[in-house]
């Protein structure tokens, strides 16, 4: 869906726990509500990392004195699993170390540890296996759609994958001959299953499109979710996950 800002914030501003998700999604599709939760949560623990780190000694003392990490997190408002790592790195733990915990609990030193991994791994929807299981999934069913479409319409490309020993920069589809969408002959085409709001666009055109385009020509950006109207580069397309369903040639 194509929203403007202003309805983006308005649901934006919405989403502040996981339960709120489930509480809108009587009015909006609950896979779109979770991509929005999912990019709010990730800026904001990412705005507010240093500043709770500036804080582990005491949370690793509250620790030790028998609060959990769930406990803990929700009390600071911040992910389970982030907050975890930032009293496991305050004890001594390295990161690789924690990241195999985490992974697999059974390798906790004590059942205590063991036990609290296991509950943030579960409340974590995003920071968690799980949560990166969710995002590594959602990515790869937008570029099998995107790749489904290109081989029902008979047209051929190559991958990422393909292009990786290549290029510095690569899309996930280079086609072999332009199409035509909107009166723009387009050679790549890049799937995003993110909304694609004024951060997440300001930062990918720089970071992206742009040297794709330098790279390849004009392309088109396909946001699975949506996306706000934004003033973009010409000679790259944005369109939603419906274009795959409306394109006619």
Do not use: C
């Not at 502040?16 to 896979?31: A, E, H």
């Not at 991509?35 to 949560?41: A, D, K, M, P």
């Not at 804080?55 to 907050?83: A, C, D, M, Q």
């Amino acid at each position: 869906m194509i929203l403007t800002p202003a309805e983006y914030q308005r649901i934006y501003d919405q989403l502040n726990s996981l339960s709120d998700v489930k509480r809108l999604s009587d009015k909006y599709p609950k896979d779109f509500l979770f991509v929005i939760y999912t990019q709010r949560t990730v800026r904001e623990a990412t705005r507010n990392f240093y500043k709770i780190k500036h804080k582990s000694r005491k949370l690793l003392r509250r620790w030790r004195n028998g609060e959990s990490f769930h406990h803990i997190s929700r009390s600071i408002h911040y992910p389970p699993v982030l907050t975890a790592m930032i009293i496991m790195r305050e004890s001594g733990m390295s990161k690789k170390r924690f990241r195999s915990y985490i992974n697999n609990p059974d390798l906790a030193h004590t059942d205590r540890l063991k036990n609290e991994l296991i509950e943030i791994a579960d409340k974590d929807y995003i920071y968690s296996p799980k949560g990166y299981d969710i995002q590594r999934k959602r990515g790869q069913m937008g570029e099998r759609r995107i790749g489904q479409w290109l081989d029902d319409q008979g047209i051929t490309y190559r991958t990422e994958e393909d292009l990786r020993q290549e290029f510095p920069k690569t899309p996930d589809f280079l086609l072999d001959d332009p199409m035509t969408v909107r009166g723009t002959d387009i050679i790549w085409i890049e799937s995003k299953a993110s909304f694609g709001d004024q951060f997440e666009l300001s930062r990918q055109m720089e970071k992206q499109f742009k040297p794709y385009k330098d790279l390849f020509g004009n392309g088109m950006v396909i946001y699975i979710y949506g996306f706000i109207p934004f003033p973009i580069t010409e000679g790259i397309l944005l369109e939603t996950g419906k274009f795959l369903e409306e394109y006619k040639g």
